[in-house]
């Protein structure tokens, strides 16, 4: 009896052939509510190489703070246009790419509101289970009290906030190193 793992108890390396019909990278469809926003970044390994077949997905609130999911019964306005699911898988050089709005705030796990922030999944090859992170705004005041964030320690919590790209305004820069000096926040799911 072999032990060894196999091809089948991976998340990848077959993204880029099985989930094709699944990629959505632009999540704004006409008549939804905020401002687009472009959130772009690159995955690497432990060693700084570029990550060619990962899969990126995010799930995230409309600008009002609402889930598109029927569970999220409070009284806030969803947008049917606005799914608030995309999933983005990283080109040769590592890159991926969202068109999306900036999240309203959603409560938290003790009832308090939560900042701005979008899920972050990311599948790749080798791995036996898909890891989880966060992706949070730039210069958001509600940062100081999210509970989530809060929870990570301050030398880290840099790897979860996205930074600004000053020549386009409405651009934000969230890069994911998987392990190593600089590894992002994955948390426990």
Not at 74 to 92: H, I, M, N, V, Y
Not at 156 to 176: M, Y
Request: no cysteine; proline share 9%; charged share 20%.
């Amino acid at each position: 009896m072999s032990l060894e793992t196999s091809a089948s108890q991976t998340v990848g390396p077959y993204l880029h052939i099985g989930l094709t019909w699944l990629v959505t990278e632009n999540l704004v469809a006409p008549g939804v509510d905020g401002q687009p926003i472009t959130i772009s970044g690159v995955v690497t390994d432990g060693d700084g190489a570029v990550v060619p077949d990962a899969l990126v997905e995010i799930w995230q609130a409309n600008t009002h703070g609402r889930y598109a999911h029927p569970e999220d019964t409070r009284d806030l306005p969803l947008e049917a246009a606005f799914k608030g699911f995309g999933r983005s898988p990283t080109d040769k050089d590592g890159r991926f790419r969202f068109t999306t709005v900036k999240p309203g705030r959603v409560p938290g796990p003790d009832g308090t509101l939560q900042a701005p922030h979008i899920n972050v999944t990311i599948f790749m090859r080798g791995m036996l289970r898909h890891l989880v992170s966060r992706i949070y705004f730039p210069d958001d005041p509600a940062n100081a009290k999210d509970p989530v964030l809060s929870s990570v320690p301050a030398a880290r919590r840099g790897t979860l906030v996205a930074t600004r790209t000053p020549s386009k305004p409405h651009a934000l820069t969230w890069n994911v190193r998987l392990q190593g000096d600089g590894e992002t926040v994955f948390f426990d799911t």
